[in-house]
Every structure is written in structure tokens, then in C-alpha cells.
């Protein structure tokens, strides 16, 4: 399979904590992207980090990427309740543009 | 970014039936891709949707078992024909602009289950 691995496929933290998440994939990538998937629904897009960077910050969240390792971390600072959900690493290949996504980690924030 | 509407948000399907699902956008875009989640796993890309031509089918995915349509630069359609239980999936259609380190933007998806 050309899938990605995340692990771990499950994690529960309490409200507050922070939520690391990782990802590894098998190919030379353009980028590696990470969405949130709330209950099945759509994806919602968080951060792009391009395949030269090597750390990238949003709001709450801090992503880092490395390709010698062709590995990625999500780290989720202070949750809340309302991150609950399931995140996905996705790669796009380098040559193409489409996705190849990683299992999903299960984010359980307990209040 | 891109609204994207999907439609039918669910639906519950006889085996031996097909159905086709509907992505529109509100805005022209370059790449339109259609994927199958299957229960509690991940994404799987089933094709990329083609301006005016025929779709680029990924490894095990084949055009007679899901006809893709995109007659222009807003609107695709996805068919699931000849339906069974295994193709109970949620299917989502997503969209990218064709830029260099672009994110794709995914509508809610169709949660279809097959009786």
C-alpha cells in the first residue's frame, strides 16, 4: 500500500493537555499537509508544510517535517473539547498532484 | 477558498442500483479529485476528474464500476453503479487550484450505505 502510517491510531489526553500525533511515509513528497475530520464528515485543511521547510506553526498547532526520516509530527498545544476528532497526514507526491493520505490518528479530548 | 457543495449528503441504496453523487463549486478550479473513505479507514483516491476529457483511474478503481463526469471548471459527477454492501463508503470530492504547494479543500461528503 502506498499509505502512510500514523500512530498512534487512538489517543485520549485530558482537556489542556498536548496531543502529539505522527506520521510516516514511503515516497519523495512536494509536501505533506494535515487535515481534521470531525464524525466522518469533510476534511478541514490545517497546515501545509512544504518539503524544504522543516517547521511550521499555526495558531495552536506545530508541525515539523523530516525527509531524511520521510516523517511528520502534529503537535496540538493546550486542547480543548472542541478537538476532538480524527487527523490525517496526506502527502502529495512529488510529479503529481494528488494525496495520499495515512491512516488517521483518533483524537479523544476527555473535559 | 473554494465553497464545495456535495450532494446527496446520504442516502441508502438497494444492491444492484446505481447512484450518482454531485460536487459543485462556487468558483472555477483546475484539479477535482473523487475519493472513498470506507468505514473507519482512511482516504483512498479514486480519480481525478478531467476538464472535458475522460478521468485518470487509480490502481483498482475502473470506469465502469464509477463514471466520473466534468463537463466544465465548477461541476463533477461521481456514479457508483451496480452497487453491494462493499461499496457502503462515504465518497468525497475535493478540489485544488493546480498551484505549486496548494491545499485540496474537501467538501462534506456523501455517506452512502447499501442495503
Not at chain 1, 511515509?25 to 501545509?48: A, D, E, F, P
Not at chain 1, 503537535?75 to 476528532?85: H, K, N, P
Not at chain 1, 480524527?86 to 491512516?103: I, R
Not at chain 2, 444492484?16 to 475519493?35: A, E, H, K, N, P
Request: hydrophobic residues 30%; glycine residues 8%.
Amino acid at each position: 500500500s502506498q499509505q502512510g502510517e500514523e500512530d498512534p491510531q487512538a489517543l485520549s489526553i485530558q482537556e489542556g493537555e498536548n496531543a502529539t500525533m505522527n506520521c510516516s511515509y514511503k515516497t519523495s513528497i512536494n509536501n505533506l499537509q494535515w487535515y481534521r475530520q470531525n464524525s466522518g464528515r469533510g476534511l478541514v485543511h490545517l497546515i501545509l508544510i512544504r518539503s524544504n521547510e522543516r517547521e511550521k506553526h499555526s495558531g495552536r498547532l506545530r508541525v515539523t517535517l523530516d525527509t531524511s526520516k520521510k516523517s511528520s509530527s502534529l503537535l496540538i498545544t493546550a486542547s480543548r473539547a472542541a478537538d476532538t476528532a480524527s487527523y490525517f497526514c496526506a502527502t502529495e507526491q512529488q510529479g503529481a498532484q494528488k494525496l495520499v493520505f495515512g491512516q488517521g490518528t483518533r483524537l479523544t479530548i476527555n473535559p | 477558498s473554494a465553497v464545495i457543495s456535495q450532494k446527496p449528503s446520504r442516502d441508502i441504496c438497494q444492491r444492484g442500483t446505481s447512484l450518482t453523487i454531485q460536487c459543485q463549486v462556487d468558483s472555477q478550479v483546475t484539479m477535482m479529485f473523487w475519493y472513498r473513505q470506507q468505514p473507519g479507514q482512511s482516504l483512498t483516491l479514486i480519480a481525478t476528474a478531467n476538464q472535458g476529457s475522460e478521468a485518470t483511474y487509480e490502481s483498482g478503481f475502473v470506469i465502469d464500476k464509477f463514471p466520473i463526469s466534468r463537463p466544465n471548471l465548477t461541476f463533477s459527477t461521481l456514479t457508483v453503479s451496480n452497487m453491494s454492501p462493499e461499496d457502503s463508503s462515504i465518497y468525497l470530492c475535493s478540489v485544488g487550484t493546480g498551484g505549486v504547494d496548494q491545499p485540496q479543500h474537501f467538501g462534506d461528503g456523501t455517506r452512502l450505505s447499501i442495503l
